[in-house]
C-alpha cells in the first residue's frame, strides 16, 4: 500500500460534492420543512475511477442513463452504491437492466409493459423492491419522452386515465416495484428563467391531483402502499403518503428545491462537461 496521496482529481470532486450539498443545504433551511433532499450524482461518460472518488468521498447514490455502461460500472464498484437509472428505457432492455441487484431506482418509467418485464426479472439478491418514478413531460417537447401532467383543465381526458392506470398497474401488479413519485426534466428555457419554474410548478401540481385519486382509490378502499410518509409541516407532526419528486438538475437545482423536489440529478456540477456522442 502507498502511503496516503489523494490525487488532484479526487480532492477537486471531493470539493464539488462538498459545494452541491451546502447549496443543496441553504435552500432546504429556507423552505417549509420536507424530507432531506438526495443528491443523484449523474456520472454518464464519466469514468468508473470518477465515481469511486466520489464514493470515498461519502457519496452513495449515482445516476446513469445508458443500460451497458450502468451494467459494466456497476459489476465493478461497490455493491452499497444506490444506482438510479435515469436514462430512456427501451422496454427490450429492462429485464437487463433488472438484473443489478443494486439498481436502486428508475426514474423514468412510461410504460406498463416496462415495468412487467422490471417487475418480474429483478435480480433474486435484492432487499427491496425496485422504487419508481413515472417520468412527466411537463414541457410538452417532442424531444423528450413522458407521459402527459395533468392540470384543472384536463377533466377525465385520455391523458388522466394513462398515468393513473400506470399508477395502479404499478401499484397492483407489479410486486416488485414501488411508486415513488414523478420526475421531468424541464425545458432549457424554464431552467434558465429568474422566476418560478413552469415546468416543477406543472410536476408538483400533478403530484397533488394524483395523490388525491390515490389516496381516495388504492390506499383507503385497497389498502395498498405507494410513495413514501413525509411530514408536510401542517403541525400536526404527523405523516402522509406523499408521492416523491425527481426534478433539478446542475442549472437548476436550487430552483428545483425551492418548488419541492426530493431529489437533485447533478452532473456537470460535480463531474465538469461530458463528452458527448452528439457533441
Ligand atoms: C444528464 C442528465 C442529468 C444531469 O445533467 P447536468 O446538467 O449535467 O447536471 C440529469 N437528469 C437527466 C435525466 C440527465 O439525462
Not at 46 to 55: E, G, R, T, V
Not at 222 to 239: A, M, P, Q, R, T
Request: proline share 3%.
Amino acid at each position: 500500500m502507498s502511503t496516503n496521496t489523494i490525487s488532484s482529481r479526487a480532492q477537486e470532486l471531493s470539493e464539488n460534492i462538498y459545494h452541491v450539498k451546502s447549496l443543496i443545504s441553504q435552500v432546504e433551511a429556507s423552505r417549509p420543512a420536507r424530507r432531506p433532499v438526495t443528491l443523484v450524482a449523474v456520472s454518464k461518460y464519466k469514468p468508473a475511477s470518477d465515481i469511486l472518488d466520489c464514493y470515498n468521498a461519502g457519496q452513495r447514490d449515482f445516476g446513469e442513463n445508458y443500460v451497458q455502461e450502468f451494467i459494466d460500472k456497476a459489476k465493478e464498484l461497490p455493491a452499497d452504491i444506490r444506482w438510479h437509472f435515469i436514462g430512456t428505457l427501451q422496454s427490450n432492455k429492462a429485464k437487463a437492466l433488472a438484473a443489478t441487484p443494486n439498481l436502486h431506482a428508475l426514474h423514468t418509467l412510461t410504460s406498463s409493459k416496462t415495468a412487467t418485464l422490471l417487475s418480474k426479472n429483478l435480480s433474486p439478491n435484492r432487499t427491496s423492491p425496485l422504487k419508481v418514478f413515472i417520468q412527466i413531460n411537463t414541457s410538452h417537447e417532442d424531444s423528450k419522452s413522458g407521459l402527459s401532467p395533468l392540470s384543472a383543465s384536463d377533466g377525465d381526458g385520455e391523458d388522466r386515465e394513462t398515468l393513473i392506470s400506470l399508477c395502479k398497474h404499478v401499484i397492483r401488479d407489479c410486486p416488485g416495484l414501488h411508486l415513488e413519485g414523478l420526475m421531468t426534466i424541464g425545458s432549457i428555457v424554464e431552467s434558465k428563467s429568474s422566476e418560478e419554474n413552469k415546468d416543477f410548478a406543472r410536476l408538483s401540481e400533478t403530484k397533488s391531483r394524483l395523490e388525491e385519486t390515490l389516496r381516495s382509490t388504492l390506499e383507503e378502499a385497497e389498502g395498498l402502499i405507494w410513495g413514501e410518509e413525509v411530514i408536510d409541516g401542517n403541525g400536526d407532526g404527523k405523516g402522509r403518503r406523499q408521492l416523491l419528486l425527481s426534478m433539478g438538475m446542475s442549472s437548476d437545482f436550487e430552483e428545483a428545491i425551492r418548488q419541492g423536489s426530493d431529489f437533485v440529478r447533478v452532473g456537470t456540477g460535480i463531474f465538469g462537461q461530458r463528452q458527448t456522442k452528439s457533441g
